[in-house]
């Protein structure tokens, strides 16, 4: 027993250097339900409000958890001839609730080229963070190189409970009526994140497309599938994603697969005012008997704002 909570916490503190020298942001599976949080530029492309919040819960070993919530909304505005979206994301990890929880304020002005047959925008988004640590649960020990005998070891004075950082991001994305695609780059800045020492938070590289398509005679779209991809990198990690997703009326199914031998299956409903989506990821790796399967639940709702059509040009993702 003492075996595996000394195994615990070396994993828990594995998981915390990770954290600190990789700094990876969490990564989604259902990335069009989180569509500020994959490039701020989706603002506003959508002819309704769409508000969406989601629960995703990650990969754990011995019960270290990583659970993330995320919750957003854009719109377009008209007099600010663009997008208006906020989001929010609360991550937590392990026994010592490494937690970060930050909330976003993007704005994408709106373009529309070649006889409004091209829409264009432009996204530039403003975040505020906080990362704390619960210290009082967590073990420091060190091993004495001549005796082999562990001892405890006390917390650096230079450790902190909490930082606090602003950051900024930005993109463009670009879409028609059927196809779409964009980049990101988050935290230009580079904010420093770290809670025991000084980590600058990486610069984060997204790149995403995809299209709507159906049959030509299928004049009300009953059936539409949707091919996408998207590819993440920050720092020295990074993942690509490729998949599809089909709609047959309201019922979506999909499948996908990322570089790092992972499958991911997508169900879900979409109705003229709402989406619900779950998502199931499967590793194929060596570690699939100690990692336990991840899961995403996301609800995603239209909700009209005005009474006259909206005067852009807009797209909705399936």
């Known amino acids: 027993m003492n075996f595996i909570k000394s195994y615990s916490i070396l994993f828990l503190f594995f998981s915390i250097s990770i954290k600190n020298s990789k700094a990876q942001d969490p990564i989604f599976s259902q990335n069009l339900y989180t569509r500020t949080y994959l490039n701020p530029a989706i603002a506003g492309t959508d002819s309704t409000l769409v508000v969406s919040g989601g629960l995703q819960n990650q990969p754990s070993y011995n019960d270290v958890k990583y659970i993330t919530y995320h919750f957003s909304a854009d719109q377009y505005v008209r007099f600010l001839r663009g997008g208006l979206g906020f989001d929010a994301i609360h991550d937590v990890a392990g026994p010592a609730s490494l937690t970060t929880t930050g909330y976003n304020l993007n704005y994408a002005p709106h373009f529309e080229l070649f006889k409004k047959k091209l829409a264009v925008q432009l996204g530039f988004r403003v975040g505020y963070s906080q990362k704390s640590i ?81 049959f030509k005679k299928d004049t009300k779209r009953d059936f539409i599938f949707s091919p996408n991809i998207i590819y993440i990198k920050q720092q020295d990690i990074s993942q690509l994603l490729v998949g599809i997703t089909a709609k047959y009326k309201w019922f979506l199914l999909g499948v996908s697969y990322r570089n790092d031998q992972t499958f991911i299956y997508n169900a879900g409903l979409q ?5 619900l989506g779950f998502s199931l990821g499967r590793s194929l790796s060596l570690l699939t008997n100690a990692i336990n399967s991840s899961y995403e639940f996301q609800l995603i709702g239209f909700i009209p704002y005005r009474r006259k059509p909206c005067p852009i040009k807009t797209i909705r993702f399936i």
Not at 149 to 163: G, N
Not at 271 to 275: I, L, P, T
């Open 134 to 214: 619960d210290w009082s649960n967590v073990t420091f020990d060190t091993i004495d190189a001549r005796t082999g005998l562990v001892s405890p070891y006390s917390l650096p004075s230079s450790a902190k409970d909490k930082i606090n950082y602003f950051d900024a991001s930005s993109g463009i994305f670009m879409y028609t009526k059927n196809i779409y695609g964009g980049v990101a780059l988050f935290h230009i800045n580079q904010p420093n994140e770290g809670l025991l020492t000084n980590i600058a938070l990486p610069m984060k590289l997204t790149i995403n497309a995809g299209a709507n398509l159906s």
């Open 271 to 275: 109705f003229r005012y709402f989406k």
